[in-house]
């Protein structure tokens, strides 16, 4: 469902047999007021009503890690989480980290060719982001651990690695 600005829909309503909660969330910086179907995932508000659809969909098992977002800085599958319980939280999105200019570890995905066809690399660069935060120098081993939950179908696990050591140099 759509964004509501004018909060016309009360908590708990039903609309053509779904039942909806209004929720807030603060994403890159942005409040929004929302009704969302109490199924919703938080992936596909993010996508479908929030149209930032740097987050990826590259799964239906929770597998891939296509959709990475921090909520409360924590990376998470957004497609594990349904929009409800993201109520009150904030997210940030690949669109919010890229926001004001490419950061270190995009650079660094750029630079040493850590993407090809690049559907994997909002997940990796979420997830990694987190990494970095916590441990400003992991090493490899580390960091392919960290990245176990995210799937580069172009397999470019080799580059990807590199591009995250030198983010962290
Ligand atoms: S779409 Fe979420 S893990 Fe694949
Ligand atoms: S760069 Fe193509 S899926 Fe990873």
């Not at 309503?13 to 929720?23: F, V």
């Amino acid at each position: 469902m759509g964004i509501n600005p004018v909060g016309i829909n009360p908590m708990g309503i039903n609309i053509g047999g779904r039942h909806m909660q209004d929720i807030s969330l603060t994403v890159n910086g942005t409040t929004h007021k929302l009704s969302v179907a109490d199924n919703e995932l938080l992936v596909d508000v993010i996508r479908n009503d929030l149209r930032l659809t740097g987050t990826h969909v590259g799964c239906d098992t929770s597998q891939c890690g296509a959709c990475v977002v921090h909520v409360d800085g924590r990376s998470l599958k957004s497609c594990t989480m349904l929009a409800v319980e993201a109520d009150g939280k904030k997210v940030t999105t690949i669109e919010g980290i890229g926001a004001a200019g490419l950061s270190r570890l995009q650079q660094a995905f750029r630079d040493n060719h850590g993407l090809q066809c690049g559907f994997c690399t909002p997940g990796m660069i979420m997830s990694a982001t987190e990494l970095l935060a916590r441990n400003p120098k992991p090493d490899e081993a580390t960091i392919r651990h960290w990245l176990e939950g995210n799937i580069c179908r172009c397999t470019g696990y080799h580059n990807i690695v590199k591009s995250v050591q030198a983010a962290a140099m």
